[in-house]
C-alpha cells in the first residue's frame, strides 16, 4: 500500500470513533462543520506526497521492495536526513499555512525514541520491546498511517509523584494485567490532531520512582479503540468567513484531552509496562526529537509574519521608513535564528544505533529563543500594521451597499492599491495575531513541546561547566 | 439636572443615530444582542456616580449652585486634582472588567485642550472660539452628556499633506463656509464609543500647512446629526457564554469608521475652521491629556492580570516555584512603573491658564514603556497558566453528562480546588490574553492614544539635550 | 558652629586614622596622591554649602537657634522635604562629575531609620536608644560632621545565620558587654567613604534569630577610633591625566574594608545591643531611605552619558542619523523614568512618628529598573561613540611632535569640529564607561543598596496580591 | 621554511619599523615593557603549531611538496574546512587568554577575499591582480608570515564621499601612480595587532563612485616600508600586576592608527588602483569573511567568563540560588547560541570558485546577536559576583603583614575555599569585565567587524521579502 491518498486517509477517521465537541458527540470529523477544517489540514499531508512539486521530498522508495512510503517513516541516518526532515515540516507547514500538520512528524518522533530506548530496556529487562516496536513502525509505515501522541499526564497535583496523588489516575497507569495485555485507565491532556489520526502512541510524561511501577506505561492503540474518549477543545477556531480568517478558516489544529476509561492494550502494542526506571530517558529521549520538530515548523510561521508586516508596511505607504526597516529586520534575525539553530542541531546531531538524534542544545536555545521572544515578534508585526486591524469594519459592511462606499472612499493605502486588499492585508494580520486563532499561537509558542522553564533545565544541564571553571581557574592562577 | 442615572443615558442613546454593524443597519444600539453590551458597559458610569460607595470620588457639588456635577467635567486645577482625575479612571476601569469606559474621559481630554488652545487662537485670529468652547463645555456638563472624540483621520498616503492627497476627503475638511455654520466632508478612523455617546468632538490630527487650511477643523455635533454615519467595528466580540467569556461578555469598546458626509455644523459648535497654524498645537495638546487618560486606565487591567497569572499558579500548585515568583514580579513592577510615573506625571505637571497639564515627558514614557512590554506580560501570565489555556474542553462539554465526568475528575488542579474553579480561572486568562478580545488589548496597548513613534519623537524633541551636552563638555574639558 | 567650611572638613580628616592603601598605611588621606582625590571629591558638599548659588539648597536656619546648617540633617517631614533632598543629590552629584558625594545623604538616612525604629525598640525593651540617637543626632548637625554607614558584613558561608559561621566574627558583633559600653569585632565591607568622614554608624545587616543575639548591634564611632582599621580598596582609580580620564582623575569614591579589633564604644554610641527581633526591622527601613538616595543620585550620572553621546554624535556628524536618535531617546526614556519614579516614591511616601519615608514600591522599582538596564545604556553610549574609544592614540602622542600633526590631521570630525574637542569628547566616553572607573560604576549600578534580587524580593512582598487575585475571582465569576 | 618558531616570529619584528607608543617612539616592540605582552600573546599562534597536542590542528602538509605550513593559509573548500577554521580560531582563542590572536585569521580572510574579488576585476577590466595576489599568497604561506588587515579609514565627514571631503587624505588614496608602482597616502584607524605582525594588507573601506577613482586601492607592504608609522593605542593595558591582572598582564591586542606618508607600492604587491566599482564588493567580501572570524572568537571568552561565574558562585556558597542558575542558563544559551549559528554559517555556506564562503546571514545574525547582548552577558556575571570586585583590597595589602591577617579572616567565601582562591577569582571577573581591559572587550563586542548597524542592513537585505510578501498575499487571498 505504502503511501495512501487524502480521500483513503478521511475515509478511514469514519471508524466509530468517540470524539465530542462542544457538548455533543461528532459522528464524523470529516465533515463536521467545524473539526472538517482540522480534517482538511491533516489531509495536506497525503495530498502533498500525490504532488509532483513535492513528491520527491516527501515520499522514498524502499530498495528491496521498490514500495513508495511516507518519507517520514524513514529515521534519519545523519545530519543530511535530518536536514531532509527540517525541509519536509518547513514545506507542509508552509503549505498548511504557518500551521504544523503533525499527522506523522511526531508519531514518528515517538518511534524513532521507542526504537532507541526500548532496545536498552530489552538489555536491562530481557524484555521484548524493540521486537515489538519494530514491527508497530513497519506496520504503520505500510499502511501510511497518521499518528497522534499523547505525553502530557493531567497531573493534579504538580508538586507530587503520581503515586502520591489524592487521585490515582492523575497519571495514566496500568490498572489490571492480563496474560493477553494490560488494561490502562487515565486521561492525557493536551494531545495534538488525536481526532485526526489512525492511531494514538501513549508515552510517560516523567521520571518516575519505583513506587509509580504501573504508571510506567507506553503502548499505541488505534484512535477507535473501546473505552477511548476524545473531547476536543474548541479554542482557535474563530469562524468560517475566509474575509475575516483567511489562515484560521482554512487550517487548523485541535487538541484532545484524551481519556483512557480502562483500555484494553494487547502485548504487541505494548512497549513499556513496569520498568519505572526507563520512563524519564523515554520521556526526554521523545522530547528531544520532538523539539527538533518544533523548531523546524516555526520559521513558516514567521516567514507569513514577515510577509504580511511587509505588505501592510507597502499598502500603507511606509515600507521606506526607518523604524519600520528596524522592526522588519529584528523579525527577519528572529525567524533567521531559529531557522539557523535548526540547522546546526542537524549538523551536530549524535548518530545512536544508527539514528541521527539532532543536537540537544542547539535544538533547546532555539526553542527557548523562539517562545521567549514570539510575543515581542507579534507586536512588532501588529505595530506595523496599526490599529485597524481591530477598528475596522466587517465582511458584512464591505458587502452591504449603503456602507460600501464609504469604506472603499475612506480606507484605502497609498495609491495602486486597492482597498479590499489593503483590508485583505489586515485582515490577515487580525488571523494570525490578534484573534483566538492568534492567542492559540501565542500560547502554542511558549507551552507545546515543553514550557520555557523546561528549555532552561535542560540547557543548564546540557553545558559542561566543569570545563568552564577550570578554564577560569587556570586563567585566575587558582590551583588544584 | 447635573448627573443622569443609566436608564437616562441609555434612553438617550435611542435618538435615531445611524450605525452599521456586520453589515446591517442598527435600529438600537442599547438592544441589539451584541452592542448592547457596549452600552451596557458605558451606562458603568452612570452607575457609579449613582453608588454610595463611589458617588464621592465620581460627582462633584458646584459651589455657586449645589449642582451635582459629574467630576470629569471640572478642569484640574492641580496635581491633587490630576491624581484624583486619575483615580476616578483606575476606579471606573476596575469595575470595568479591566476596560476603560471612556465615556466621558476622552471628551474632558477634548474639553480642557480645546479651552486652552482656543485662547490662543482667539488672541492671535480675534475669533470667538473660546467663548463657544465654554458654553459648550457647560452645556455638556449640565446634560451630564457623554463625549467621544475623534481625531484620526484614515489619512491615505501617509507621506502626504492632506492637500495633496489624490483623496481629498482623506483628511476630514471643510467643504462650505455658510453664513450660519460650515459643511464638513470625510472620515475619522479608530473613534471608540461614538455608537454609546451623545455626542462627537472632532479634532484635527497633526499639524497643517497653509495649503492645508481647510483641513484645519475642529467642532462637535450629536451623534445623530444627519450624515453621520458610524461604521461600527466587531472585532474584539468573541461570544457571549460568561462561562469562556468571563469578562468580554460583560465589558468592551466598539470603534467606528466615523463618516461625516456633508455634515453641517452650526456657528456654535465650530471651533476652528482654517487657522492652519494651530491644528498642530490642538493635536499635540489633546494628545498630552489623552495619554494621561491611557496611562491612568492600563493599570487595572494589569492588576487584573496579575491576579489571574497568581491565582491559576495558586490552582496549580506552583505559587511557590521560584520563577513563578521571578515573573509576578516582573508583572508587578511592570505594572507599578506605570501607575507611579502617572502620578508622578500629576505631581508635575504643569498649569496654564489654571487648567493642569500632566507632565508630558513623565505621561509619554510611561505610554510607551507600557506599549513596548505589554506583550511581555501577557507572555508571561500565558507561561504561567499552561497549555490548557487553548486545549481544554468547552462549556457544552462540562454541562455534558457524557463528559462532565471527565472533565471532573482529570482537569481538577490541587486538592481543595474545584475543577469548575480552575476552568474558570483559565478561561479568564484565555479571555484576556488569547482571544478575539486579548488580540484586541494588544493592539489597543500599541496603538491607542498614538503609536509607540509617535511617543519616542515626544519624548526625544521634550529632553534638553543641549544642558546635558553643556555638563559633557564641562566634564570632558572642552571649551566654548 | 552649624556649617564648616571645605578646609575644616578636610582638616579634620588629619585625626590619626588608621588607613591602609595598596599595601601601605596612610598618614593623611588629604594629600596623598591617590586618595586625596576622594577627600576633595568629598569636599565638595562643603564648598556647596558656601557657594552663593547654591547655599539656599544645601543649607537651613534652625528656627530657633538661627543657627545655620546643612539641611541633610533635618528629618524630611513630608512630600516636599523629600523632594528637595532628591534635588540636593541630583545637584551635587551632577557637581560631582556624576560621582555622588554621599558625606552626609547615607548618614542622615541611617539617623532618620535610628530615630524611627529606636522609638519601637525602647517601647518594647524599656531601652533609651532614641534619646542616644536624638543626642547623637544633634551633634552630628552642631558639629557638621560627615558620616559613613556601615552595614554589609563581610557574611563568610551565606546560606548560614552569623551564628552558625564557622568564623563567629563573619558578622560584627558583641565579644564584651561592660558597665560603661560594649566591646565589637568584626569586618564590615563595601562601606562607602569611610576614609574621608569623621564618623561611622554601624548597623545590623539582616534579620537574626535569637541565637543570633550578640549580632544585633548598631552604634558609631568617629573613625579614628582605636582598633578601627580601614582597608581602602584601589579599583577605579585609573591615572592622574586629565585628558585620558577627564572626571576620574577629579572624582571617586573609595570604599574600604571596615575592621573592628575590639573596639570599644561607650554607651551614649549604643544604638542597638542584642534587642535580636528588631534587627531586621533596622536594616530594612534603612535600606528604604537609602534606595531613595541611591535612585536620587542616578540621573546626572545618565544625564554625562546621555550629553557625551550627543555630543559625539554632533563631532562624527551622525547626529541626525536615526539609529542614533533611537538610541538617545533610550537613554532618555531610561533616565527619566528613574527620575520620574523618585519624585513619585516622595509623592507617595508614608509619614511616619513625623518622618516621611519614600514609597518602599516606587522606590525599589527605581532602582531595579536603573541596575538592570545600566548596561545596555552603557552599550548605547559605546555604539554611538564609535571604536576610537579604545584604539585612538595616548596623551604623549597627541604632544609628541612627530605623531601631533598624524593625530590631528587624521582624527577630526566634521567641519568646525577641533580635532582635541573630539579626542576629549572620546576620552569622556572611555573614563565614563570603559575603563577602570567605567567598570566601577558598572558594578556600583549593581550592587550599590542591596543587590537585584533584594529588590525584586521587596517588589514582590509589598504588592497586594490579595487585592489582584480577588479581582481575578470577581472577574472570572469564582465564588468565596 | 613553511612554520616559523614562535622566536624566529619575534626576532622578525626587530626590523626597524616606525612605532610610537605613550608619546614615544618604540625600539623594539618584543621588549618593549608594555608592548611585549602584545607580541608575546600573537607569538602563542606559532607556539600551539609547534604544540605536539595542537600541531595536527594547526598545521596542514602539502599534498605535493610535503611541506608542513600553517593551515591558516589553505582556503575553505567546503564545510568541514570551515568548522576546522572555526576550531582554530576557537582553540588559540581560548589559549590566549580569550584574547584572539589575530596573526593570520584577519590576513588570510583577506588573502581569500581578493582571490575571490580580483579574478572578477581581471575579468572585467583585463589586469592581472590576480596573479599578484596568488603570487603574495604563496609568499605569506611560505614565509609563515604574520598578516594585519588595514580597512577602516579615518573618515572625517561621515556624510561624504571620500573625494567630497574638505581633507582628501581622509581615505587612504593614490597620490602618484609610477611605471612601477603607485604611491598612497591617508590613515587607516583600528587596525589591529599591526605592530606585531610582519606585513600589513591594506583594502578599501566602502564602495565608491567614479570620482572617487584614487580611493580604490588595495595592496600589502612590509609593517617596516617607509612612510609607514604606526601610532599605538595604549587603552587596555591596565598593569602589570598577575594577581590583579590575571589574563590582561598576559594577553593583549593593540590597535594602530597607520599612517601611509607617501608609501611606495611596487606593482606585485597592488591589488586594486582605480577600478573604483570593485571597491564596494571587495570590501563587503572581506568583511563577509571577517565576521566568521569574529563569531568564531567570542564563545572562548564566554566560556572564561562563564566558568568565571560559576566559580565564583561556587566560592561564595550560592552555587545552588534559583536565581544564580537562572543567570547561568541566559549565559551558556548566549554563548552556544553564538556558536551553534558560526557552525551554520559553515554547514550553509557557498562555495566560490572553489573557495567556501561562510552563509551571510547565520554569519551576521550570531554577530549582531553578540554584540547586542554582550553588555548583558557583563552584567549578570557582575551581578554573580558581588561588590567586592570594586571593593576590595590590593595586592599590597594582601602581601602587607599589618593586614594580611584582617583580609584572611574576613574574605573567606565558603568553608573549604582559601581566601586567596577567592580574591582571584574576583580578580580575574574585575579584570575581564570591570577594567581598562572590559572596557576594551565591550567596545570591541560592538564595534570590531563591524558595527551593529552595518550587521543590521546586511541582514535587512540578505532577506527574501518577495518570498515573503508572496506568502502573505496568497494567505490573505489578495491576487496578482
Redesign the interface.
Known sequence: MGVRTAEEYLSGLRDGRTV??????VDDVTTHPELRVGAEHTAIDFRLAEDPRFRELFTATLPDTHERISRYFLPPRGMQDLLIRREMIETST?EG??VVLLVKEIGTDALFTLTLVTRRVDEQYGTDYLDRVTRYHAYCQAHDLSLAVAQ?D?K????LLPSRQ??P??YVRIVERRPDGIVVR??K??TTGTAFTDEVIVLPTRALSEADRDYAVAFAVPVNTKGL?L?A????F?GSS??HH??SSRHHLV???T?F?DVFVPNDRVFLAGEWDCAGTLANTFVEFHRYTAISYKPPLC??L???A??IA?Y???AGA??V??K??RL??YT??VR??T??????CTIVDGIAVP?T??TN?AK??FA?H???A??DV??IA???????????????P??RG??E???????GVSTE?RL??I??I?DL????F???H???A???EG???AQ?IT??RG?D?D???????Q????GG
Open positions: 465530542f465537541f462542544r457538548g455533543a458527540r508552509r499555512g504557518g502530557t493531567v493534579g497535583d504538580r508538586s489524592a487521585n489516575d492523575s487515565g486521561a491532556a493536551h474518549t473531547i477543545s474548541p479554542f482557535g474563530t475566509a474575509f483567511p489562515v487538541e484532545t484531552l481519556v476509561d516567514d507569513l514577515i510577509g504580511a511587509a505588505l507597502e500603507n505607504g511606509v526607518s523604524h526597516r528596524e522588519l529586520t527577519i534575525a533567521e535564528t539557523s539553530l540547522r546546526a542541531a542537524a549538523l551536530d543536537n542544545m542547539a536555545i527557548q529563543y521567549m514570539y510575543h515581542e507579534v507586536r501588529q505595530d496599526g490599529g485597524l486591524v481591530v477598528t475596522g469594519p466587517s465582511e458584512g459592511d464591505w458587502h452591504n449603503a456602507t464609504y469604506i472612499r475612506y480606507l484605502g493605502g497609498k495609491q486588499d485583505r492585508a485582515n490577515l487580525r495575531t490578534a484573534s483566538d492568534g492567542g492559540y501565542e500560547i502554542l511558549i507551552h507545546a514550557s520555557l522553564e532552561k540547557i543548564y553545558y561547566l570545563r568552564c571553571r577550570a578554564l577560569a581557574k586563567a585566575a592562577g587558582i
